[in-house]
């Protein structure tokens, strides 16, 4: 297994548009987690799962993020209508359960919303 | 807010030196800590985790000291190479029901 994967790994849109992004846990990684990282500051939690459920989002998720992971294995954010705020780097992570303290991530994926 | 808040925003040490990062939690109910690298344009990296159980615990050139007395856990890195150049987080998922909260970190910079 070659770890997390995300993708794309850049993304540049215009206000507006939508934009998704792909997360591919380690596969016996049953917690997928995003975060979102802009400059200067550490990554911010938005979500997680537990399987194909999603546990908890956080405030910061408004209603236009949505996350999914109808399988239980990959995960999709999509942002709807960009604003030039969302523009940041999106990590995704994946844990076990039995181990939510060691996270591994991917090496994310960066919008720019111009 | 925050369970935990590491001291200084920015460290530099010179190469060769140990280096000792800092942090602060308040819950003294929390029961495990962990630490994270994050290099630049690369995603969070585990370190290493320590139960309140233990004061201490070692790693490779990695030490976390544990003083639940008053609330305070380090990471101290032995001889610091320039590849230790990161951010260092500390989190407190005992607080944070069960999920990494990351606060803003310290950025340990290597002097050669």
Aim: with cysteine.
């Amino acid at each position: 297994d070659t770890g997390v994967s995300q993708n794309p790994r850049h993304k540049i849109t215009k206000r507006g548009q939508n934009v998704t992004f792909r997360c591919d846990p380690i596969s016996e990684h049953n917690r997928l987690y995003w975060y979102r990282q802009t400059l200067g500051q550490g990554p911010e939690f938005l979500t997680y799962f537990q399987n194909e459920a999603q546990l908890e989002k956080s405030r910061l998720l408004s209603d236009r993020f949505s996350a999914e992971r109808p399988k239980g294995s990959f995960s999709t954010l999509e942002i709807q209508r960009t604003e030039q705020g969302d523009s940041a780097m999106y990590l995704c992570a994946s844990s076990l359960t039995s181990n939510t303290g060691e996270l591994f991530f991917g090496e994310g994926s960066r919008l720019t919303v111009l | 807010g925050e369970s935990v808040g590491l001291h200084l925003p920015t460290l530099s040490v010179q190469e060769g030196d140990n280096s000792i990062i800092n942090c602060a939690y308040s819950n003294s109910a929390s029961d495990y800590f962990i630490w994270y690298k994050q290099e630049s344009g690369k995603g969070p990296q585990f370190i290493i985790d320590i139960r309140s159980n233990m004061d201490k615990r070692q790693g490779q050139r990695v030490t976390v000291l544990l003083n639940k007395t008053v609330k305070h856990l380090s990471l101290q890195i032995a001889a610091t190479q320039p590849g230790d150049s990161a951010v260092y987080f500390c989190a407190d998922p005992y607080s944070s029901a069960s999920k990494i909260i990351f606060g803003s970190g310290t950025r340990l910079s290597i002097r050669p």
